[in-house]
């Protein structure tokens, strides 16, 4: 059994900056696939990053240069560093992983950049 639960939302202004966790139960962590996915209001819940076991990472190109996906495997905790948040960052931030053909996600947490 996974389970992943979000933390470290909240309201920021534009420009701002916040680091959102997933902390990972299990001893699956070490060796998935983590990612975070968004889901704004009226829209489709996007892939934002993904980082392998191996270390490597990619980016929604829109998040590019701002956001930063790290995952400490000790701790069994993925991270996300947002930084030069826009407006249209907002939304529900969501951790995810498969495992032996399950996906699983965790409840989310809510992002929201307004001045």
């Known amino acids: 059994q996974v389970q992943l639960v979000e933390s470290g939302g909240g309201l920021v202004h534009p420009g701002g900056s916040l680091r959102l966790s997933c902390a990972a139960s299990?001893?699956?962590?070490?060796?998935?696939?983590m990612r975070w996915y968004r889901q704004a209001p009226g829209k489709q819940r996007e892939l934002v990053a993904s980082?392998?076991?191996?270390?490597?990472?990619d980016y929604l190109n829109s998040v590019k240069g701002r956001f930063t996906i790290s995952r400490d495997d000790a701790k069994n905790t993925l991270y996300l560093q947002m930084n030069s948040l826009k407006p249209e960052d907002t939304a529900v931030y969501y951790c995810?992983?498969?495992?032996?053909?399950?996906?699983?996600w965790g409840r989310g947490t809510q992002v929201t950049v307004s001045s």
């Open positions: 299990g001893s699956m962590f070490s060796r998935s696939v």
């Open positions: 995810n992983t498969d495992w032996r053909g399950l996906g699983y």
């Open positions: 980082a392998t076991s191996s270390g490597v990472t």
